[in-house]
């Protein structure tokens, strides 16, 4: 994506320095700049009908061959007016050279999709680098003068959430703001009876869409989706950086107010007036940033229509001394892993740097108005905004309830900003905390996660447990809390082993309870049949089984389709286990080495079991469970 701060590089909320290319390496990363807003919510300028014998596609291809070709005068005469004035022909070389640099000379590009989103037509070209592919987003008016552009790493692949059941909610495209800087929305509506109550989803730094997509994750499409099964709708829209990159990036007293703030309150606005939604029951949803910036949003609704407030990872620390810890956690981590000496010199010059540019921003005697010297962060504006900002001192005085929860496998905002929040707003009675110890930055379970981009690699879904408290928070402004339980009371429990992150998830969730008059856990003792019913129907009624009898857990069986041999006691093999597995995932019926193979090719059983061609060995609690958080992991079962 493009970025424009100088030699800062956005990445999904962690930082770095980055080459600058000329003058102009541009953006959009963390700061902004922008106009300001009223909160008026008419139709922009440009979002009137599109004229049908406008030819975009072609308007494009012309602009990309002229772009291609170096013609810059040529290429400037496809922008609108106001594109013109913030990006003259005499910066066009620059800017180009600027975001496409980093991805090597340009082999070929292809047309991937126009599409009308209710402000831009947007023509997306895929771009076969040298170095990697990207892609070419074009923004054409209603004249088809283009009126931003933007650049990007494509999309990873998505899968959507087990939860998303499509006939149970619509879809409809809403205009956020007006003008200029109108942003395309989608608000999810639960099918039924409404009004219903809704939640706005607020983006964390960067220039995101309105699924907030990083990687493969989509994480403000699977809350839309899964809080739309609850009866609740979700409002969720463009970023302010996404849908007008340049005219915001080039502004140099734009802050954090424009970048955010306003857009999030032109929402909710706008929610007031659509007949399906209760506007009494309007919430907010801030994420990262958007956490950060959730108190302001909140001082900033004058009207009193947010009934509540949801903080997703927000920091509770300033967010320059977050950023300095981020790249003072990367040297770290380079130093445990023996990383080569080129790589540790490279990241200790990276946080000099960091150290004294925020030294800078933190001296009181500096500001926007008497800059400090060699200040290499961009807009000025954008970081004195935020400087003093600490989200958790504004919320203190504050009165609209609030949800504050973190994930424990953050290693971009840590576990220990939510005990931030706790302390600040401890005189408070309403608001709720909920640490989630598996869930990294993108509000996905990774119980694997080592606190590197890495683990963004790992592909997830939003737990349906998150969705279920969110639900359960703006129903009843309550989340029930499952107490957490010790694993070190049980005398076998080690924490290095393959299955303890296993069994800690599935003790955790209620799935195996333990020997608990022995305080043991047994790991490695067989699995007989009935134990494999009673945590396998745990597992997939989610805490809904009641009856574990045997008669009952047999009938559940039966109903399953499952062949079971009807002996509670009797040892399961791992071939056994696997056709059953097999069974309830994929309805096929198996033989014993076929039903193994099948686990093998869907991965389940690597580092479990070591050899899969003795199908008759009986399978142990330990493989099994840890089985079973795998298959949860790939989502193949429903819950």
């Given at each position: ?334 130093k445990q892993a023996k990383a080569p000496k080129e790589q540790i010199d490279a990241l200790e010059g990276n946080l000099a740097f960091w150290k004294e540019q925020i030294g800078l921003i933190n001296n009181p005697l500096y500001s926007a108005e008497n800059p400090p010297p060699n200040f290499k962060l961009g807009s000025l504006d954008w970081w004195f905004y935020i400087r003093d900002l600490i989200a958790p001192e504004i919320a203190k005085e504050q009165d609209v309830p609030l ?180 069974k309830s995932i994929s309805n096929k019926e198996l033989s014993e080495k076929e039903a193994v193979q099948w686990l093998n090719e869907h991965h389940i059983l690597d580092g479990i079991v070591a050899d899969t061609s003795t199908v008759n060995k009986p399978i142990t609690r330990a493989q099994f469970v840890t089985i079973l958080q795998k298959i949860d992991e790939a989502n193949l079962l429903d819950r």
């Amino acid at each position: 994506m493009m970025e424009a701060r100088g030699q800062i590089k956005k990445q999904g909320g962690l930082f770095m320095r980055k080459k600058s290319f000329g003058k102009i390496a541009l953006a959009v990363g963390i700061g902004v700049a922008g106009v300001g807003g009223s909160l008026s919510v008419q139709a922009p300028a440009y979002a009137q009908e599109v004229e049908s014998k406008i030819d975009y596609e072609n308007q494009a291809r012309a602009f990309l061959d002229y772009a291609l070709k170096s013609d810059w005068e040529s290429l400037s005469k496809y922008f609108n007016e106001k594109l013109q004035a913030a990006l003259p022909k005499e910066m066009l070389a620059g800017y180009w050279a600027g975001n496409t640099a980093n991805f090597g000379k340009i082999k070929s590009t292809s047309l991937k999709e126009v599409k009308y989103n209710g402000v831009h037509t947007r023509v997306t070209f895929t771009v076969n680098a040298e170095l990697s592919p990207y892609e070419l987003y074009l923004n054409l008016d209603n004249k088809g003068k283009i009126d931003d552009l933007s650049v990007s790493f494509p999309e990873f692949q998505y899968t959507s959430p087990t939860y998303d059941h499509p006939e149970n909610y619509t879809e409809k495209e809403v205009i956020i703001g007006e003008g200029d800087f109108s942003l395309p929305g989608l608000l999810t509506i639960p099918k039924g009876k409404g009004p219903f109550p809704v939640v706005v989803l607020v983006h964390g730094s960067g220039a995101h869409d309105m699924d907030e997509s990083y990687y493969g994750f989509k994480p403000f499409r699977d809350l839309a989706v899964g809080l739309a099964n609850e009866g609740i709708a979700v409002l969720r829209y463009e970023k302010r950086t996404k849908t007008h990159p340049f005219k915001t990036g080039s502004n140099p007293k734009g802050t954090m107010r424009e970048e955010t703030i306003l857009d999030a309150n032109l929402a909710v606005k706008k929610l007031t007036s659509i007949p399906e939604i209760d506007a009494k029951n309007i919430y907010v949803l801030g994420h990262s940033q958007g956490g950060l910036a959730l108190p302001l949003i909140l001082e900033n609704d004058k009207d009193g229509d947010i009934k509540g407030g949801i903080v997703a990872a927000g920091p509770a620390d300033k967010f320059q001394d977050l950023l300095l810890w981020q790249n003072e956690q990367l040297l770290e981590r380079a130093k445990q892993a023996k990383a080569p000496k080129e790589q540790i010199d490279a990241l200790e010059g990276n946080l000099a740097f960091w150290k004294e540019q925020i030294g800078l921003i933190n001296n009181p005697l500096y500001s926007a108005e008497n800059p400090p010297p060699n200040f290499k962060l961009g807009s000025l504006d954008w970081w004195f905004y935020i400087r003093d900002l600490i989200a958790p001192e504004i919320a203190k005085e504050q009165d609209v309830p609030l949800f504050v929860f973190q994930g424990g496998k953050d290693f971009q905002v840590p576990a220990t900003q939510l005990e931030g929040w706790k302390s600040a707003l401890k005189e408070r009675e309403d608001v709720q905390y909920k640490l989630y110890p598996n869930m990294q930055h993108f509000l996905v379970d990774n119980a694997k996660a080592t606190g590197s981009l890495a683990d963004y690699n790992t592909p997830g879904n939003v737990p349906e447990q998150l969705v279920a408290d969110l639900s359960q928070w703006v129903k009843t402004g309550v989340v029930e809390e499952k107490p957490e339980v010790d694993l070190s009371q049980y005398k076998d429990y080690q924490d290095n082993q393959y299955w303890s992150v296993a069994f800690s998830w599935a003790i955790q969730e209620g799935i195996i309870k333990g020997y608990q008059h022995e305080k043991l856990l047994k790991p490695n003792s067989a699995l007989n049949e009935i134990q494999y019913l009673k945590i396998f129907f745990r597992y997939t009624l989610n805490g809904a089984l009641k009856d574990e009898s045997s008669e009952n857990l047999y009938a559940l069986a039966k109903k399953e389709g499952l062949s079971v041999k009807g002996k509670p006691s009797e040892k399961l093999s791992l071939g056994e286990a696997a056709v059953l597995l097999s069974k309830s995932i994929s309805n096929k019926e198996l033989s014993e080495k076929e039903a193994v193979q099948w686990l093998n090719e869907h991965h389940i059983l690597d580092g479990i079991v070591a050899d899969t061609s003795t199908v008759n060995k009986p399978i142990t609690r330990a493989q099994f469970v840890t089985i079973l958080q795998k298959i949860d992991e790939a989502n193949l079962l429903d819950r």
